[in-house]
């Protein structure tokens, strides 16, 4: 069997209210602080990968000119050039630390390539970056070109060993170009997407805090409402005095003397009912009382058989004389 609750007419009733207000807020606090986390990490070390994506070109078009000033005679080094493209196109892919490179760039730590398509451009660059390493080592040491096995399905019809490789690495710049674009495209869609879905939450956040406000706004009411209820059926006297005179006459006090309430509110004639409201009630010597205490500027309560008098107030002053 259900257990009735028990009737309490002056208990607050909008912690419910504010304890969802709170958790709203709560909520949405860590989506924001959530999803922000998790685009941020998303785009982590972007400009570096861009940074290394973008220099794979620069590199590639070095190697050649090793090669060639090596055929040439002159002192050059294009193991080292190779080695900074195999292990970039390699850190690119799978993550790690780039390495430096001579008079430009710094080790940069690099994250995983995520995302099909820019996987795939980067297994593809690795690929060819394979194809014009074997192809320049073939170079150097006096073997043909067309020998070395291409792994990246390159159709090549040149042979000319110098011709093949600059195309090599005109393929290999073109796809470290096209993977450098895709990674910078992706990291604007993750800040347009962190942008939107801000917005988004912001808009559900403050639609969700107007209806939780409606709602302590209504149960605010209906307490209200209720206790006004209680307070005007009860048959307490009670009158409430300022400097423009009485303010506040309830109903039981406008009904003993026989007059509306508009009728004794902001005059003097209210001082004028007293006798009548202590004869009512049978307190002829709390008349001078009450006069007193109705007039002056402190607090006055007449109860039973017993009267108090409160300390002197800057406010409303305000006298309440208990039922017969």
Known sequence: MRRRQAFR???????????????????????????????????QYKASVLEVAARQRTLAERYVKEILLVRAGTQANPRYV???????????????????????DDETKLSAASGSLVRGQLKQERRLVNDL???????????????????????????DPVARLRVLAALTSNVSLNAARTIG?????????????????????????????????????????????????????????????????SHSVAKMVGREDRQLLGTSSTGSS?????????????????RRRFS???????????????????GPTAASAASC
Not at 25 to 42: C, D, E, I, K, P
Not at 84 to 90: D, I, K, P, V, W
Not at 134 to 155: D, K
Request: net charge positive.
């Open 274 to 290: 007293i006798p009548t409201i202590s004869r009512s009630c049978g307190r002829h010597t709390r008349t001078a009382s009450l």
């Open 133 to 159: 390493l074997a192809t320049g080592a073939a170079v150097l040491h006096g073997n043909p070109a067309t020998s070395v096995r291409l792994t990246a399905q390159e159709r090549l019809k040149v042979t």
């Open 185 to 249: 495209t992706a990291n604007d869609r993750n800040i347009n997407n962190l942008i939107t879905i801000q917005m988004i939450l912001g808009l559900v956040g403050f639609l969700a805090s107007l209806l939780l406000g409606w709602a302590l706004i209504a149960a605010t009411r209906r307490q209200a409402v209720h206790f006004r209820s209680l307070v005007t059926s009860s048959t307490d006297l009670v009158l409430v005095f300022g400097a423009g005179g009485c303010r506040y006459v």
């Open 9 to 43: 007419p002056f208990a607050s009733r909008g912690q419910r209210t504010f304890a969802a207000i709170l958790a709203t807020f709560a909520l949405f606090s860590a989506l924001s602080v959530g999803v922000l986390v998790r685009s941020t990490s998303r785009s």
């Open 82 to 104: 190779g080695g900074l493209l195999r292990t970039s196109a390699e850190t690119l892919l799978e993550g790690g630390v780039a390495p430096a490179v001579h008079g430009d």
């Open 296 to 314: 002056g500027s402190g607090t006055g309560s007449a109860s039973g058989g017993t009267s108090k008098r409160a300390s002197p107030t800057s």
